[in-house]
């Protein structure tokens, strides 16, 4: 490690303590408010694997249909798979895959609302990741050269910092 003191590690940084330790951020204080975010990512393919898709005769089935599905499922289950991410219950999530034929491949939008006490960047970003990994797992057999790229937010609002975008960082 470097000579860094914990309070100079942890300085900035909400889930590190006084000595640097992981810890569970204290929101039991915070009142609830409306938060929404949403993120995207792509799936790029041989054109004949999303023509697979897209005429839904992949092998194992509704390829959009169970990634859409899988995606909200592992955004529900966010808290259970990033160690220091808060629980949220009733937070609302939507997963879309839409084809795109010059990539070609599919492109994923989640978006993740709640009316809670800390955001829905990670439910998100989750949604969008399980959704492609996927897809992946239903064509692997036909293409494994597929590549998933650029998963990232786009959007927040809500809470103490307001509302962040991709756009307004350049992005």
Excluded at 76 to 104: F, M, N, W, Y
Aim: charged share 25%; proline share 3%; glycine share 12%.
């Amino acid at each position: 490690m470097s000579g860094a003191t914990g309070d100079e590690r942890s300085e900035g940084l909400t889930h590190l303590d006084e000595s640097g330790r992981a810890r569970m951020v204290d929101v039991s204080q915070k009142e609830a408010t409306g938060r929404r975010a949403s993120a995207t990512g792509i799936i790029r393919m041989d054109a004949h694997t999303l023509e697979l898709i897209v005429a839904g005769d992949a092998p194992k089935g509704s390829v959009v249909q169970v990634a859409e599905l899988a995606g909200v499922l592992a955004g529900k289950k966010t808290a259970d798979l990033i160690p220091l991410c808060h629980q949220l219950p009733g937070a609302s999530i939507t997963v879309r895959l839409e084809p795109d034929q010059e990539l070609p491949g599919l492109v994923a939008h989640a978006e993740a609302t709640v009316a809670g006490q800390t955001g829905v960047e990670m439910e998100a970003l989750t949604a969008v990741s399980v959704a492609l990994l996927t897809v992946y797992d239903m064509v692997k057999a036909v293409d494994r050269g597929m590549r998933i790229e650029g998963i990232r937010l786009l959007k927040k609002e809500g809470g103490a910092s307001g509302t962040w975008s991709a756009e307004s960082v350049g992005g």
